[in-house]
């Protein structure tokens, strides 16, 4: 390809919404196009790294058996309240209607669609496991689109669901998925970790993430510390071993105390000079099923996704101020469970193990000290709430917990009969039993993941493309383009390596070397080769991006130079 027909352009400024250095990297090196908030077009240079990436991904869906097929993106609605996903989605679904008022969203996602075909079509357990997976656009009207692809309200993704006959066949689907995905983000030349995942609005129960790590990145992921343990999971299912309970005291009497103008744990523990692990911190939330009041230590946070779980709602919101008052009596800051009648109480299972606590009394002012769970309030749920942080300890191995930023690329999950009962996809088994098909499904952000990669791998000047992605892998620069011998030497050297199979791209612009070196840089490709001086000679100079390691070769070394130069 020569520069001077094709679509480069680079910018100089940095666009000033972009906060992240893959939305101003790929904008800057004129890869993408902002159409509207997390809606993009993808540039001629950013296309040739999609299409690397959905090659990639196909080549490993479809070693492990999986079968490609293209699903729409307008889906009826009818589909989605026959799983019971029509009102539980929420405003992130894009909806419309049709000009007879037929309603239909665009998908977030491809469970109903896909289910509803696999009910009709497949009604022997002889047709499975079958793994199908489609790669296509998706829409979900973030709240907050940002970070350029990272964040999009249209994006691509690949998804994959496999059909299998029972638990037995889904481990399988599962692990082959697993592998698949590995492979795909090692072959992508990132740095990843699988981690494990809570299953969220998809259902399911068990689910892996895949974590490119970078500063970026919008999850927060714990591990242990210990290579042997090998344990990792996002921070909205991570679990850490149960902290000791800090007292070995015999109950006391429950006595309310003064303390006036103390609302939150660090007042209220210097002002009684207690512990804040000993202190129980009493949050109300609002949820559909009504107000529920979480419990954890005073030297805890409360997890969230954990709460929605054990309280199986779709919406949870903290109380506001008036609601808070209106359901204890007091204002903000004085909470407690003792007394607090009709309000579910979610117990963490360390709060059961204080004796003699402190509280809210539920009075403005005032605090209730010897608190003893079971006798002095009763919870409704007893588990673990908590948030897991930096520091704590393994549950597993008693290891160190570390926590680090990741950006999801892909999660797995195994989603058992959720769509299928819901949606009645029952198959004939062995026996003539009608039973229902045993489902996973299996997602990769393609776009989110070409984000991903320019996090990992850039440097001041520019985006450093792992080979693999790299929309072109060497690009030819004749410093001086009116000088014949070097115009004709960049074209032999064009054509050689054309002719080797490498993607090479000419810039025979009419630029300032300088201006062509910049671009170079700033759109990444890996290697770079300067025609100037030296041409009279037939030498070039190979440049490698990465190292910025140099060599001055002639015609006969240049192919075994590039390609030693793309493999490190
Ligand atoms: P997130 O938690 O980041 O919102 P999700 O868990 O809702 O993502 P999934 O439903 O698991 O996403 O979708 C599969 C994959 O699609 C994700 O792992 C991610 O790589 C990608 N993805 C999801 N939402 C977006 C988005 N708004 N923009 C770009 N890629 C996305
Ligand atoms: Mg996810």
């Known amino acids: 390809m020569r520069a001077s027909e094709y679509m480069i352009v680079t910018l100089r400024e940095t666009p000033a919404e972009a906060e992240v250095v893959s939305h101003q990297l790929l904008v800057r090196a004129g890869f993408i196009r902002k159409a509207a908030a997390g809606i993009y077009t993808i540039l001629p240079l950013g296309q040739r790294v999609l299409k690397k990436i959905i090659a990639i991904v196909r080549e490993e869906m479809d070693r492990q058996g999986g079968q490609e097929l293209l699903m729409p993106i307008m889906q009826p609605a009818e589909l989605w309240m026959k799983s019971g996903r029509w009102d539980v989605y929420g405003p992130e679904l894009f909806r419309l209607k049709d000009r007879h008022g037929r309603d239909f969203c665009l998908g977030p996602t491809h ?34 689109p940002r970070f350029g692809l990272m964040r999009g309200r249209e994006f691509i ?11 037995a066949g889904l481990e399988i689907s599962y692990q082959k998925m697993h592998e698949a995905y590995s492979r795909v983000f090692s072959r992508c030349g990132l740095e990843f970790r699988p981690v494990e995942a809570d299953s969220g609005p998809i259902g399911g129960n068990v689910s892996h993430e895949f974590m490119v790590f970078a500063d970026a990145g919008e999850a927060t992921v714990v591990y242990c510390d210990n290579p042997e343990c090998g344990y990792a999971a996002n921070v909205e299912k991570a679990i850490s071993k149960r902290k000791d309970n800090p007292a070995d005291e015999q109950p006391q009497p429950l006595e309310e105390v003064s303390t006036p103008g103390m609302r939150t744990i660090e007042e209220v523990s210097s002002f009684l000079g207690v512990a804040p692990e000993r202190l129980i911190k009493t949050v109300l939330y609002r949820t559909e099923k009504g107000i529920v009041a979480a419990l954890v230590r005073g030297d805890r946070d409360i997890n969230e996704v954990k709460l929605q779980n054990v ?25 407690g469970p003792v007394g607090l009648d009709g309000v579910d109480l979610v117990v963490d299972e360390e709060v059961t193990d204080l004796v003699n606590g402190v509280t809210g009394a539920n009075r403005k002012d005032a605090h209730y000290i010897n608190v003893n769970p079971g006798r002095d309030f009763v919870p409704d749920h007893v588990t673990d ?8 300890t393994c549950a597993y191995c008693g290891g160190t917990l570390v926590a680090t930023r990741g950006i999801e690329v892909g999660q797995i999950f195994k989603l058992g ?8 996809a029952t198959f004939l088994d062995a026996n003539g039993e009608e039973k229902p098909i045993i489902m996973g499904c299996y997602g990769i952000g393609i776009t989110r993941t070409m984000a991903a990669a320019v996090e990992q791998n850039h440097d001041d000047y520019g985006i450093i493309w792992p080979a693999s992605l790299a929309p072109f892998h060497v690009v030819i620069v004749p410093v001086n383009i009116k000088d014949k011998t070097q115009a004709a030497l960049a074209e032999q050297v064009y054509r050689l390596l ?44 190979v440049r490698h991006r990465r190292t910025g390691e140099t060599i001055t070769v002639g015609l006969d070394e240049l192919v075994s130079t590039v390609n030693s130069f793309l493999e490190k």
């Open 311 to 335: 309280l199986g709602t779709v919406h949870l919101e903290l109380a506001d101020e008036a609601t808070i008052e209106q359901v204890t009596g007091a204002p903000v800051g004085f909470a």
């Open 417 to 424: 009969t959720k769509y299928s009962k819901a949606m009645g």
């Open 111 to 144: 469970e109903e669609i896909i289910t509803e075909l696999v009910r009709n079509e497949v009604r022997s357990y002889k047709q499975m496991p079958l793994l199908l997976y489609h790669i296509g656009n998706k829409y979900r009207d973030e709240i907050r």
């Open 498 to 541: 054309e002719n080797k199979g490498f993607e090479t791209l000419l810039d025979d612009r009419r630029e300032r070397p300088g201006v062509k070196f910049n671009d170079a840089d700033l759109i990444g490709y890996p290697v770079r080769i300067t025609v100037g001086k030296k041409a009279p000679e037939g030498l070039v100079e």
């Open 385 to 392: 709430i908590r948030l897991v942080g930096a520091g704590e």
């Open 157 to 167: 993704m690949k998804d994959l669901y496999s059909f299998d006959i029972d638990e």
